[in-house]
């Protein structure tokens, strides 16, 4: 295979770098960011030059910033769209229902939701002024809105595992390794419908 027939597997586009939450796990917790969003016509040159000349499996809109608080999401979505490009973008959650129409509108092929670990523990570290029990009831509330609007794409719930092979192993955080374990994370707001995944973090399917 030559250099030009190479298939990029992910391509990483930041929206924005800002974040309305503050997670130790994250590498933006050490970095400093702008606080910039990336302007509409720079967003659009990105995606041409993509849609023209790079074989590439996925775009995702994100990278160290939450990509929900993107003042142009909505044009920008609608451009993916307009260029047949195949995206996804990972979010906190914190804003799935007031970007629901966009979402819903949009032909994202997935949206990750990184939830992580549901305990008041590490929502205090995340984000202290809203309380786990809240997170987790705007993440649900999120989730089934923009499903009720007429996603068709995948939603999948990021999770952290502890286990030996994990990142996270012999952390301070939540183990979620198992049906069980999952199903106290989420306190029964969502079923399990896959399989937890040990590595870097999990990803188990879910259904509101």
């Known amino acids: 295979m030559n ?28 970095a400093e960011g702008t606080g910039d969003d990336m302007p509409l016509p720079r967003f659009k040159a990105l995606i041409d030059d993509i849609a023209a000349n790079i074989p590439y499996s996925i775009v995702y809109l994100h990278y160290l910033g939450e990509p929900l608080l993107y003042s142009r999401l909505p044009e920008a979505l609608a451009y993916c769209a307009e260029r047949g490009l195949r995206a996804g973008l ?13 979402l819903a509108a949009s032909t994202l092929d997935q949206i990750n939701v990184s939830y992580q670990d549901g305990t008041e523990t590490f929502m205090n570290e995340r ?24 996603f068709k794409g995948t939603v999948k719930l990021k999770l952290m595992t502890t286990g030996p092979a994990s990142y996270f192993s012999g952390s301070k955080y939540s183990n979620i390794e198992t049906p069980e374990a999952f199903s106290l994370a989420v306190r029964g707001v969502f079923e399990f419908d896959g399989e937890v995944h040990d590595g870097r973090s999990g990803q188990a399917g879910c259904r509101g």
């Open 3 to 30: 250099e030009q027939s190479k298939k990029w597997r992910r391509i990483y586009i930041e929206l924005t770098d800002r974040c309305n939450m503050r997670c130790s796990f994250c590498p933006r917790s050490k």
């Open 127 to 150: 984000l202290p002024e809203v309380s786990a029990g809240a997170y987790l009831r705007s993440v649900s509330a999120g989730i089934s809105e923009v499903r009720e609007k007429g």
């Open 90 to 102: 990972t979010t906190n959650g914190l804003l799935l229902q007031q970007c629901s129409a966009a």
